[in-house]
């Protein structure tokens, strides 16, 4: 949801941006402006994107995600470092936005299944996040995804094609 929100809020031809699929990623694309998009897991992006991320020389380079645990300024301000280990310094990184999205049932059953088994307080924390975040991406995160990456187009001028 969130890649076709930027997508959308990308005002060039269709032929200069393009929406691809991190399996089907080969390399062989190249533009300027790359927003990289990934949910995390554990704090941080797949094997996958960590390999993009480090393929990167010389592009303008944007992070984006969802994570079913944390809404916070300082968690997202983490979760944005993780992903920037892995980005050379060559790079113009832009900026990085994240926001709750909804994890699979079975992360839910796993936490249920804990019950009785440790300190209760501390499944029902976290059962309550997972119930705030089944409703994310909402209408205000993708409102607030299309003015970022407004503000990362400003910032970006000068870009010939951008993949998402």
């Given amino acids: 949801m969130l890649a076709k929100e930027i997508y959308n809020a990308i005002n060039c031809p269709k032929d200069d941006k393009g ?9 062989t694309l190249d ?9 995390v897991n554990r704090g941080s992006c ?11 020389h010389g592009k303008n380079v944007v992070f984006f ?5 944390g809404d ?18 060559d790079n113009n990184f832009l900026g990085s936005f994240f926001c709750l999205g909804k994890m699979r049932s079975e ?11 440790c300190e209760d307080v501390q ?17 205000r995160d ?12 400003v910032k970006s001028e000068n870009y010939t094609a951008a993949y998402i």
Avoid at 33 to 39: E, K, M, Q
Avoid at 65 to 69: E, I, P, R, S, V
Wanted: proline share 1%.
């Fill in 142 to 153: 993708l409102l607030q995804i299309r003015l970022f990456t407004d503000e990362v187009l």
């Fill in 72 to 89: 916070s300024y300082e968690y997202h301000k983490v979760l944005e470092q993780n992903a920037r280990a892995w980005l050379a310094a």
């Fill in 123 to 139: 499944i029902e924390i976290m059962l309550s996040m997972l119930d705030d975040a089944s409703s994310h991406p909402d209408n």
């Fill in 31 to 39: 533009a300027e402006l790359y927003f990289i998009g990934f949910w």
């Fill in 65 to 69: 995600g969802t994570c079913g645990l």
């Fill in 46 to 56: 797949s094997l996958e994107i960590i390999d993009l991320i480090s393929s990167l």
């Fill in 107 to 117: 992360i839910r059953n796993k936490y249920e299944s804990l019950r009785g088994t």
């Fill in 19 to 27: 929406l691809v699929d991190i399996r089907a990623w080969n390399g």
